[in-house]
């Protein structure tokens, strides 16, 4: 079966975010820095002023006492979602995880503009990740692996 014109374009932009998320993923992995100091100055923003209330304690309570671990965790699942979009294999358990990343990260980030600001800053500041989770959406519902990808030919397409 022949893949449609929005399925060739789904599969570019699949392939294409997949380079963020392989830049995002090598550099949390192999930049000493990241895990060894900045992520952890990320999550304590986070916990002070940033997080959603519920999000807040989660942060506090599990991911601050072990910031070295977590931060290779975000490195790992960042790398993974993007060799996958771009080998176009299990496209639809990493959109899902890319989904619930981009989740998490609008959550701790949420408050970024202030409290007690217009509506509409809270999106304008959410640009970073709101996009992401959107097309990750997409991914997994137009079964992007499936063109150009191992998905498809796992298939028999």
Same mark, same amino acid.
């Given at each position: 079966? %022949?893949?449609?014109? +929005?399925?060739? $374009?789904? =599969?570019?932009? %699949?392939? #294409?975010?997949?380079?963020?998320?392989? *830049? *995002?993923?090598?550099?949390?992995? *192999? $930049?000493?820095?990241?895990?060894?100091?900045?992520?952890?100055?990320?999550?304590?923003?986070?916990?002070?002023?940033?997080?959603?209330?519920?999000? %807040?304690? *989660? #942060?506090?309570?599990?991911? +601050?006492?072990?910031?070295? #671990?977590?931060?290779?965790?975000?490195?790992?699942?960042?790398?993974?979602?993007?060799?996958? !979009?771009?080998?176009?294999?299990?496209?639809?358990?990493?959109?899902?995880?890319?989904? +619930?990343?981009?989740?998490? !990260?609008?959550?701790?980030? /949420?408050? =970024?503009?202030?409290?007690?600001?217009?509506? /509409?800053?809270?999106?304008? =500041?959410?640009?970073?990740?709101?996009?992401? +989770?959107?097309?990750?959406?997409?991914?997994?519902?137009?079964?992007?692996?499936?063109?150009?990808? #191992?998905?498809?030919?796992?298939?028999? %397409?």
């Amino acid at each position: 079966m %022949r893949s449609s014109p +929005l399925q060739k $374009t789904i =599969a570019v932009v %699949r392939i #294409l975010t997949s380079v963020f998320f392989l *830049f *995002f993923g090598q550099y949390k992995l *192999f $930049t000493y820095a990241f895990a060894h100091g900045s992520f952890e100055q990320y999550i304590t923003s986070y916990v002070q002023t940033e997080a959603v209330g519920f999000y %807040r304690g *989660f #942060l506090a309570a599990v991911v +601050l006492p072990h910031p070295t #671990l977590f931060a290779y965790v975000v490195g790992v699942v960042e790398l993974g979602i993007g060799i996958s !979009l771009l080998l176009g294999l299990w496209v639809r358990p990493a959109s899902i995880v890319g989904a +619930l990343h981009m989740a998490s !990260l609008t959550l701790a980030t /949420w408050w =970024a503009p202030g409290h007690n600001v217009a509506f /509409w800053r809270y999106f304008g =500041a959410e640009l970073d990740h709101l996009p992401l +989770l959107f097309l990750f959406v997409i991914f997994f519902m137009a079964k992007s692996g499936e063109t150009w990808g #191992l998905d498809g030919m796992r298939r028999g %397409r």
